[in-house]
């Protein structure tokens, strides 16, 4: 069964610049989150989508958004990119649903922004 | 999440011996803890999870301790070798959904 594939895997934008990062989850997984990965802030939540629908959002600012396809595939993008966003943008799924979470998420290798 | 510094916490150990990776935690109402390794170039890889009505849990060469009264978990592995060299992640579940707080993280250096 393929993992999680994230795309682009490296990129490098300006600042002021927007960027777009796609996702696409394990087969039948229908939550996918997103998670900043810094040096100095570490591992941070970014949001989560279930069925097309936000359900958690962390504290990023607004320039910080997602979506989610109805087959699941999510994107985020950033606009208006600063030097700080530069980060390792990691994608996570997992099945997702009601109840009590799951913390047994997939991650992906991620998207290596670089912003200059 | 948590803010932390440029330079992780480093656990070295021999190859064979057993391995103590340590997490305190901050949110007395999570009630549900994770562990997570990260290798090189990789994203987060889930090892093993636990609930706050256990204080631990066994896996395949590892297990997790919860003392809720300090709000500190532990990583307990057994038998090191080097492929288990990564930075290992605690996480609690804030709330409802996937919303996942990491702890710092802890690098272990498997030495042969």
């Known amino acids: 069964k393929a993992g999680v594939t994230q795309t682009p895997r490296y990129l490098i934008k300006t600042r002021g610049q927007q960027v777009t990062l796609s996702c696409s989850p394990i087969?039948?997984?229908?939550?996918v989150s997103w998670y900043q990965q810094t040096p100095g802030q570490g591992l941070q939540f970014l949001f989560e989508y279930f069925s097309e629908t936000q359900r958690n959002k962390g504290n990023f600012p607004g320039r910080f958004s997602g979506r989610q396809f109805s087959n699941s595939r999510s994107e985020m993008n950033v606009s208006t990119l600063e030097l700080g966003d530069s980060a390792l943008y990691l994608c996570?799924?997992?099945?997702?649903?009601?109840?009590?979470?799951?913390?047994?998420?997939?991650f992906g290798e991620g998207s290596r922004l670089t912003v200059l | 999440g948590e803010s932390v510094g440029l330079h992780l916490p480093t656990l070295s150990v021999q190859e064979g011996d057993n391995s103590i990776i340590n997490c305190a935690y901050s949110n007395s109402a999570s009630d549900y803890f994770i562990w997570y390794k990260q290798e090189s170039g990789k994203g987060p890889q889930f090892i093993i999870d636990i609930r706050s009505n256990m204080d631990k849990r066994q896996g395949q060469r590892v297990t997790v301790l919860l003392n809720k009264t300090v709000k500190h978990l532990s990583l307990q592995i057994a038998a090191t070798q080097p492929g288990d060299s990564a930075v290992y992640f605690c996480a609690e579940i804030e709330e409802y959904g996937n919303k996942l707080v990491f702890g710092a993280g802890t690098i272990l250096r498997v030495k042969s």
């Open positions: 996570a799924s997992s099945f997702g649903g009601s109840g009590r979470p799951t913390g047994e998420l997939f």
């Open positions: 087969s039948g997984h229908r939550s």
